[in-house]
C-alpha cells in the first residue's frame, strides 16, 4: 500500500475511532433537515437506535417551540457557511425533554455533497443546576427582606390587635371604670353597647381582629421563612414518616373541610429498606403537608374527567433520598412553574392563599436540610414535586 494511502487509511481510522467514542452527539443532516449520520453516542444520551433516527427530519425529535429557531439557525449557516451555536429541547426514549447545545456548521464531502454537520452536548443538568443557584441566590435576598418587613410590620399590627380588644373593654359594664365614665358624663353604658350592637360596630371590631390575626400569621410565615431552622433534627424512616404525614393530611380540620381527601386516591410507592434519613419533622411535616394541601385544592378546583389521584413515592437516587409527590390534576405552564417558589407568588384567589407556602417549603428543603425541591408540570398533565435530601443528613 502506498505511504499516502496508509495514512489516509489511519487518519480515517483514528477520525471514526473519535467519532464513534465522543461522549458528545455527532450528526450530520441534508439541508432539508433530515439525518443522514448519528454516532452512537446518541443512543446512550437519548435513548434512540441511530437507525430509528438516520433518515428521519430533525422536527420529529425536537420541541415544537423550539423548531423555528433551530430552522433559522440552520438557514444562517446554510446562508453564511459560519458556525453557529444553538440550544434546545430535544425528546428522549423515555418521554422526557433533554437540554441541548449544538455547534453546526456547513459541509461539503469529496463528491461535493454538502451537509450540516455538528455536535450536541447534553446541558440539561447544567442549567437545571444554574436555575436552582439562581432561585437559591434570589430567595437569599428575599428572605433578608422579608425578615426586615416582618419586624417592621409587627409593632403596628401589635397596636391595631391591642387598640381592637382595648374598644371592645371600654365599652364593658362589668369595669368598674368604665360605669364611673360614663357616669360622670351622663350615658347609660347598656345603652352605648346597644347602639355599638345595633350598628354593627362589634362586627366592626371582630374583622379588624380576624384580619390583624391573618396577618400575623403571614408574618409568622415571613420569619419563619427568613430563618434557618434545623434544629430538632433526628433520624428517621422515611416511608414511615410519609405516611403519617399522608394520615395527618386526611385527619387535618382544616383541610377536610376544604377538600375531602376520600375522594381522592392516594398511591403509596416506597422503596423497601431505605437508610434513615436525618430530618426536622416538624419542619419536612409542613413542607409535605404544604404540598399536599396544593395538589388537594387543584385537583378539587378542577372538572377532571377521571379520578382525582395523588401519588406518592419514596426512594434513593444519587446519594440522596428522594420524595415524589404527584397528582393528577390540571398543572400549570412554564412560566407559573418557574415562580412557584417565589414568596407572595400564588395563583389562587385573594384572600384564599398568601403565596408564602411553598417559598418557605423551599428554605426548609434547601436552607434547613441542604436539600433540593424542584417541580415539574404542563398544562392538563398533572404535577410532581421532588423533595431530595442528603442521605448523610442535616450538616
Known amino acids: 500500500m502506498p505511504p499516502k494511502a496508509e495514512m489516509f487509511f489511519k487518519s480515517e481510522s483514528r477520525y471514526r475511532m473519535l467519532v464513534e467514542n465522543s461522549s458528545d452527539i455527532i450528526f450530520s443532516l441534508d439541508f432539508e433537515g433530515y439525518f443522514d449520520y448519528v454516532s452512537p453516542a446518541w443512543k446512550n444520551i437519548l435513548g434512540h437506535e441511530p437507525s430509528e433516527v438516520i433518515g428521519h427530519n430533525f422536527r420529529e425529535f425536537v420541541n415544537p417551540d423550539d423548531i423555528p429557531r433551530c430552522e433559522d439557525i440552520f438557514m444562517a449557516v446554510i446562508r453564511t457557511n459560519s458556525m453557529q451555536e444553538m440550544t434546545y429541547r430535544i425528546h428522549h426514549g423515555d418521554g422526557s425533554w433533554r437540554r441541548h447545545t449544538s455547534r453546526v456548521n456547513r459541509h461539503r464531502d469529496e463528491n461535493g455533497v454538502q451537509t450540516i454537520f455538528g455536535t450536541a452536548h447534553d446541558v440539561t443538568e447544567r442549567l437545571r443546576f444554574e436555575e436552582l443557584m439562581t432561585q437559591s441566590e434570589k430567595m437569599t435576598m428575599i428572605s433578608g427582606m422579608a425578615a426586615g418587613m416582618a419586624h417592621e410590620i409587627n409593632n403596628p399590627l401589635g397596636a391595631i390587635l391591642q387598640h381592637a380588644q382595648n374598644i371592645e373593654r371600654r365599652v364593658s359594664a362589668n369595669i368598674p371604670a368604665n ?179 411553598l417559598s418557605v417549603a423551599y428554605e426548609i428543603v434547601t436552607k434547613g436540610h441542604h436539600g433540593l425541591i424542584d417541580v415539574s408540570s404542563q398544562p392538563g398533565m398533572g404535577c410532581c414535586f421532588t423533595v431530595k435530601l442528603p442521605l448523610q443528613g442535616v450538616a
Open 179 to 357: 360605669v364611673q365614665a360614663a357616669a360622670e358624663v351622663g350615658v347609660s353604658l347598656d345603652l352605648v353597647h346597644a347602639y355599638m350592637e345595633k350598628r354593627g360596630i362589634f362586627d366592626f371590631i371582630a374583622h379588624i381582629r380576624s384580619a390583624g390575626i391573618k396577618a400575623s400569621d403571614i408574618i409568622t410565615n415571613m420569619l419563619q421563612f427568613s430563618r434557618r431552622s434545623d434544629a430538632g433534627a433526628e433520624p428517621v424512616d422515611l416511608s414511615t414518616f410519609v405516611d403519617k404525614v399522608l394520615e395527618l393530611a386526611g385527619t387535618d380540620y382544616d383541610m377536610k373541610k376544604k377538600y375531602n381527601f376520600h375522594r381522592i386516591e392516594l398511591q403509596r410507592h416506597y422503596v423497601a429498606d431505605l437508610p434513615p434519613v436525618l430530618l426536622s419533622v416538624t419542619g419536612m411535616e409542613q413542607v409535605l403537608l404544604n404540598i399536599l394541601n396544593n395538589a388537594a385544592q387543584a385537583l378539587a378546583g378542577s372538572d377532571l374527567p377521571h379520578q382525582p389521584r395523588i401519588s406518592v413515592r419514596t426512594r434513593v437516587a444519587a446519594g440522596m433520598a428522594v420524595i415524589e409527590i404527584e397528582d393528577n390534576g390540571p398543572g400549570m405552564d412554564k412560566k407559573t412553574a418557574q415562580r412557584i417558589f417565589e414568596p407572595f407568588f400564588t395563583t389562587k384567589e385573594i384572600g384564599v392563599g398568601t403565596g408564602l407556602g
